[in-house]
């Protein structure tokens, strides 16, 4: 499966984005989903996910109750809504694709990466 992710951009402290991701193939609704985000000097870490079989959703703290994961099977497409964003959320922002529902949090479980997406919020 291939990963197209877009969305990005500048947003002002507070403001609102919503990230999408494309992917390509005729299976879309076996694969968990998950975004995660780098930011500069920093590992990559994990932001979200959306599991295929039980349609389960994670959340890192730092971003629970302003982050939410969706995906639309039907146009092979994974969100990501981002409300209430803070500087510290500043980073390339990546989704992925697994074929497992088990530890979604582990960017290890993805096989498949889309090229990211440059999110920048301004205090």
């Known amino acids: 499966v291939q990963l197209q992710a877009s969305g990005g951009g500048l947003v002002q402290a507070e403001g609102s984005l919503r990230l999408s991701c494309v992917a390509s193939?005729?299976?879309?609704?076996?694969?968990?989903m998950g975004w995660f985000r780098q930011a500069p000097g920093k590992e990559r870490e994990f932001v979200a996910s959306?599991?295929?079989?039980?349609?389960?959703?994670y959340y890192a703290d730092s971003v629970k109750g302003r982050f939410t994961i969706s995906r639309d099977n039907a146009k092979n497409t994974a969100y990501l809504q981002m409300n209430s964003l803070k500087p510290g959320d500043t980073a390339v922002y990546y989704c992925?694709?697994?074929?497992?529902?088990?530890?979604?949090?582990?960017?290890?479980?993805?096989?498949?990466w889309g090229q990211g997406t440059q999110v920048t919020v301004s205090s």
């Open positions: 992925a694709a697994s074929l497992s529902e088990y530890n979604s949090r582990k960017r290890e479980q993805y096989a498949y």
């Open positions: 193939g005729r299976t879309f609704s076996r694969y968990t």
């Open positions: 959306f599991t295929w079989s039980g349609g389960v959703t």
